[in-house]
């Protein structure tokens, strides 16, 4: 009998070490999204240069028109100056909204990583005050893992998982929506994604 427990021990431990033992699966993000949106940002706030510029000259021929510097007799509304900053503050604001955006979207697909240790599933958040490091067993109850796929996104290296966890919802660590991991290639990441799904 005392064999028996001994042998039955022996084996639990072993396979224990056998699941969480092995080297860590990492995912790799794919680089092109955050290439894209750097690009779209340049280029949206080129545009507002060039918008703030353009309002300025219609701005100043609109008060012309109405006769609001002659009848105020204001040498300040006769400055091209003035309407320039009007203009470069409104589109400033425009392009401010859309740099908080892209700061956002490259903290999300360029500064998290996402890596697999046996059963436990692992992310690593960056910010300007240091990281976050998350860590849950799939095997447990209470975690919910989303594969985000399709023709398209499989195409376009647009795939994702999502991480759903009422903890971190609760603490308001996480949205409703999860936290979402870098976008990525799956034939760059299939041994990552056979070892999650078991697909």
């Not at 603490?171 to 999860?178: A, Y």
Request: glycine share 10%; hydrophobic share 45%; aromatic share 12%.
């Amino acid at each position: 009998m005392k064999r028996l427990e001994r042998k039955i021990y022996s084996g639990w431990e072993s396979l224990n070490r056998n699941e969480t033992s092995g080297a860590p699966i990492s995912l790799k993000i794919n680089p092109i999204p955050p290439i894209v949106m750097t690009g779209i940002v340049l280029i949206v706030l080129y545009g507002c240069y060039l918008l703030g510029d353009l309002s300025a000259v219609y701005l100043q021929k609109f008060t012309d028109f109405l006769l609001i510097p002659k009848v105020l007799n204001l040498p300040i509304l006769q400055n091209p100056k003035l309407y320039q900053a009007v203009g470069y503050l409104t589109f400033g604001y425009i392009g401010c909204a859309f740099v908080l955006d892209w700061i956002r979207f490259i903290g999300k697909n360029c500064m998290s990583k996402i890596a697999l240790k046996g059963h436990f599933l692992v992310l690593e958040t960056r910010g300007i005050f240091g990281k976050d490091v998350f860590q849950w067993n799939r095997k447990e109850n209470g975690i919910q893992i989303v594969h985000k796929t399709g023709f398209f996104r499989k195409l376009l290296g647009l795939e994702r998982i999502l991480i759903l966890t009422p903890d971190l919802r609760s603490e308001g660590i996480s949205s409703k929506n999860g936290i979402v991991s870098p976008f990525f290639f799956r034939g760059q990441n299939q041994s990552l994604i056979e070892h999650l799904f078991q697909y």
